[in-house]
């Protein structure tokens, strides 16, 4: 199995919006709403911020926003701020033996 | 507040063994599915095991599957990681992270800070 794909790296000034990507195949993020999205300063535990797409666990950011298309999910953060500097994972249930897949990471930058 | 110590990483020699531990707390421990999830250096986020709450059901990643025992002792609020022929790609943080509910399996809402474990002769 597989790592979904991200883009390595992504970057925006403060208060402008990105969009991260997350292509997998039918197996994983196309046939399943299960898709997760993931933030990691590094040294400290991951963060759940979207969760079966499009949804928010209480306390995050309305900022944060997913979404899927065929394919192929996206995160999209609004207004970036400098703590959203971070490396970003998706993540998929997969009808695969591996069970669960995670993305390949993006690491976002605000200049 | 939910909280998950990870314990037990360290430098072990390939063939070794290691057994990690989470501690859980602030929650009802014996109602949740548990994972362990590992972050190999400078790479991303790999799935290794799941633990059904009443630790009758159990799957693994098949990198790992025949080397590695995922158990939970409910009495202890304690998730374990038996890791036994180790090899060097075992390398890695190893984090424990919880299910969002009995329906979400796929979704890790919290998660420890990590221990790392190292395989080198």
């Known amino acids: 199995q597989s790592a979904l794909t991200q883009p390595a790296s992504v970057s925006g000034s403060p208060g402008q919006s990105i969009t991260i990507s997350c292509t997998g195949t039918s197996s994983d993020v196309g046939g399943y709403y299960y898709v997760s999205w993931y933030q990691h300063h590094p040294g400290k535990a991951p963060k759940l911020i979207i969760y079966?797409?499009?949804n928010r666990p209480s306390g995050v950011s309305n900022r944060f926003s997913g979404s899927k298309s065929g394919n192929t999910a996206s995160l999209s953060i609004s207004g970036l701020q400098a703590e959203d500097e971070a490396d970003y994972y998706c993540?998929?249930?997969?009808?695969?033996?591996?069970?669960?897949?995670f993305g390949t990471g993006s690491k976002v930058t605000v200049l | 507040q939910v909280h998950l110590v990870e314990s037990g990483g360290g430098v072990v020699q390939p063939g070794g063994s290691l057994r990690l531990s989470c501690a859980a707390a602030?929650?009802?421990?014996?109602?949740?599915?548990m994972h362990w999830v590992r972050q190999a250096p400078v790479k991303g986020l790999n799935w290794v095991a799941i633990?059904?709450?009443?630790?009758?059901?159990?799957y693994y990643a098949d990198s790992v599957r025949g080397r590695f025992t995922i158990s939970r002792d409910n009495s202890k609020s304690t998730l374990y990681l038996q890791m036994d022929s180790l090899r060097a790609e075992d390398t890695a943080v190893y984090y424990c992270?919880?299910?969002?509910?009995?329906?979400?399996?796929?979704?890790?809402?919290?998660w420890g800070q990590g221990t790392l474990v190292t395989v080198s002769s």
């Open positions: 633990i059904s709450s009443d630790g009758g059901n159990k």
């Open positions: 992270a919880r299910v969002l509910s009995d329906s979400s399996w796929h979704t890790f809402d919290y």
């Open positions: 079966d797409v499009n």
């Open positions: 993540s998929s249930y997969t009808s695969s033996s591996a069970h669960y897949v």
């Open positions: 602030g929650f009802s421990f014996s109602s949740y599915t």
